[in-house]
């Protein structure tokens, strides 16, 4: 009784572990996409792919590489479109991620993107 017992405390850990996701880490710049809302943001990459991500509980901070001066006092308030961020999140069985952390690499400046562009042979990972 003792190996089924264990078996099953096995089999039910395994399941849990696969229902959490497994985490992933991603660049890209914020821009701002159909639905994003107070607790989520557009994260696009490089090659045009765009990542929706929910952020009410990730922790925000700044790389070291971003000056004092270039700094807020609140992290999670530059979140806005044209920031570059690097976000290690979860994705669901739902398809959707959710930020663990996010670290601001270059705080928005003039060359904030102002809407979601997806070139039309690429498509959203949303």
């Not at 001066?69 to 979140?79: D, F, N, S, T, V």
């Amino acid at each position: 009784m003792g190996a089924l017992h264990s078996c099953l405390w096995m089999m039910v850990a395994l399941s849990a572990m696969a229902r959490a996701g497994t985490p992933g880490s991603f660049r890209g710049t914020i821009v701002e996409g159909p639905q994003a809302g107070k607790d989520w943001i557009y994260v696009q990459g490089r090659a045009g792919m765009a990542r929706r991500v929910e952020i009410s509980h990730a922790r925000v901070t700044y790389d070291d590489s971003v000056s004092p001066a270039e700094r807020g006092r609140r992290p999670e308030e530059a979140l806005v479109a044209g920031t570059e961020v690097r976000v290690t999140a979860e994705q669901g069985g739902d398809g959707e991620w959710r930020a663990i952390s996010i670290e601001i690499l270059k705080p928005a400046g003039d060359n904030r993107q102002s809407s979601l562009h997806i070139p039309p042979a690429v498509h959203c990972e949303c």
